[in-house]
């Protein structure tokens, strides 16, 4: 009998409620994932196993040859044996050392089981279950562990024979998103919303055999959507090459569950400081370069900028703000023939002076920015601010009619509001991405959509004009007061006033030099 979604999804619930004991629930996931991937790993493999028994069955084979067929034809990964030889011989699976519950040291035990699948399966396993920190009777008592690991365990059993990867991996989600519902602001680390990753991928439209690449990739979902989508627009989500990096550990093996849990083989999530040591690089030490790159990366993140590195187009990013560094890496990887890639990033990126200022200056001059699409306030876990989404193409491979301008989109006030948070509805991102496809008069504004959003197709002259911003309500006039909240306001008003400041002192200065004195404030 086929499993339901909702029936998987409330088991799991049950098991991750059992933690509410021990710990927050901003720390479930570092514990439910790493027990629910391994028992889907060992549920699989004992599906495996079983056809390999009923298809052999009364073949003569010694235990070499039999493992040599059931690992080339049944098994796509080994869950080997611990203490091999020994009287304490067991199977590193779920259901060996459930069997041991009761037993002392099961925190031990269960490390023990995913260290060896680990180092059993390199290619494909290596680091994925993370720290493993709550294995310790300290962080998590063995009385909590065993109950967690028996409300799993009346799930129903987790491989394709039993239920497809669809509903696999929806119940994984499904936990990601009820960890960052009740977790606050540590969730936004790694989780983005279903509806922005949607959004940015529709945009970016993956092709089949195409490489996709997230710097900053979290949880994996972006990754996962741009599978999905070219899934449902009748294509092979399998068929790409998704590629991520990620700073924090543990979330990159969350990432990489993830992946496996939708049945998404074809990866390679690396672990790392994308600005300070980004990983995918070609042979000559540069970056490597992608299809489709998309990413959510921390907002406003302090960081030590570089010195002589190939990737600082237009200027260094100022050490208090990394968010001109992620889009100036971003640029650097993509593929020059066809490489396109959109980002979520705060309003102040469209305006502020400084360094940041240089840089959007010669990404514009350039002609590298392709859209700028306003987002509502309040989308997110980790921030209320309003955000937007940057749309960029390599050089020379914008369409003819998109080229010497950007379009801005304004999607400020299409949201629905949700329990926690502001949600885009599936109606609201279709008009977006019509918005984005339409073409548009010789005032830039669209000649084939009605969807109720406001858009125009800017020139670069205009853009050359306004001192190079980009805030929307500039080329969009009603938006200005509908997307500016008061941290957006502050934020502006600071930069103003620096750049007052910075203009006074060099008009003094010229001033005290001419011999001129007496000016104050």
Request: aromatic share 10%; charged share 25%; hydrophobic share 40%.
């Amino acid at each position: 009998m086929a499993v339901t979604q909702q029936e998987i999804e409330s088991r799991l619930w049950d098991a991750a409620d059992e933690l509410r004991v021990a710990m927050p629930e901003a720390q479930y996931s570092s514990v439910v994932f790493p027990l629910m991937f391994w028992k889907y790993l060992s549920d699989t493999w004992e599906h495996q196993h079983q056809e390999f028994l009923a298809d052999n069955e009364g073949l003569d084979y010694s235990a070499e040859e039999a493992r040599e067929i059931e690992y080339r034809d049944y098994q796509s990964f080994e869950i080997p044996f611990i203490h091999p030889g020994t009287v304490q011989e067991r199977r590193a699976s779920w259901s060996s050392i459930l069997a041991t519950i009761t037993q002392s040291g099961l925190g031990q035990r269960v490390r023990a089981s995913l260290q060896a699948i680990e180092t059993a399966n390199p290619d494909k396993f290596s680091r994925l279950f993370g720290s493993m920190s709550w294995t310790s009777e300290e962080v998590l008592s063995a009385e909590v562990l065993a109950a967690v690991m028996q409300a799993m365990d009346r799930t129903p059993k987790m491989h394709e024979g039993n239920m497809s990867h669809d509903v696999l991996g929806g119940a994984y989600e499904y936990l990601l998103k009820r960890f960052s519902d009740g977790s606050g602001t540590r969730a936004g680390q790694f989780f983005t919303p279903r509806e922005v990753v949607e959004l940015i991928v529709e945009v970016l439209d993956p092709k089949g055999y195409e490489s996709v690449y997230d710097p900053t990739c979290g949880s994996g979902g972006m990754l996962i959507a741009s599978a999905n989508l070219l899934k449902a627009h009748g294509g092979r989500g399998y068929t790409l090459s998704l590629n991520g990096q990620e700073a924090v550990p543990d979330t990159a093996g969350v990432a990489r569950m993830n992946l496996f849990m939708h049945n998404l083989t074809q990866f390679k999530v690396e672990v790392g400081d994308t600005l300070k040591d980004p990983r995918f690089k070609k042979p000559d030490g540069s970056v490597a370069q992608f299809d489709v790159i998309v990413a959510n990366p921390p907002y406003s993140l302090k960081w030590k900028p570089w010195t002589n590195d190939p990737r600082t187009i237009g200027g260094t990013a100022p050490a208090k703000s990394a968010d001109w560094a992620f889009v100036q890496h971003m640029i650097a990887s993509m593929d020059p023939k066809k490489g396109r890639a959109g980002v979520v990033l705060p309003h102040g990126v469209l305006f502020r002076g400084g360094e940041e200022g240089a840089i959007r200056r010669r990404v514009l001059d350039d002609d590298l920015l392709e859209a700028v699409i306003g987002l509502p306030a309040n989308l997110f876990y980790n921030t209320t601010i309003p955000t937007c989404v940057l749309v960029f193409r390599a050089p020379g491979t914008k369409a003819p009619e998109r080229q010497g301008g950007v379009l801005f989109i304004d999607a400020s006030t299409r949201f629905t509001k949700a329990t926690n948070r502001n949600i885009l509805t599936d109606a609201d991102i279709a008009n977006v991405v019509t918005a984005y496809h339409s073409t548009f008069d010789a005032d830039g504004h669209p000649v084939d959509h009605d969807g109720g959003l406001a858009a125009r197709f800017t020139p670069l002259p205009e853009i050359v004009v306004n001192g190079y911003d980009l805030n929307i309500g500039r080329y969009i006039k009603h938006a200005a007061a509908e997307q500016e909240d008061l941290g957006t306001l502050i934020d502006a008003y600071n930069v103003a006033r620096a750049e007052r400041q910075k203009a006074e002192q060099r008009m003094l200065a010229v001033l005290a030099s001419a011999g001129i004195e007496g000016f104050d404030e």
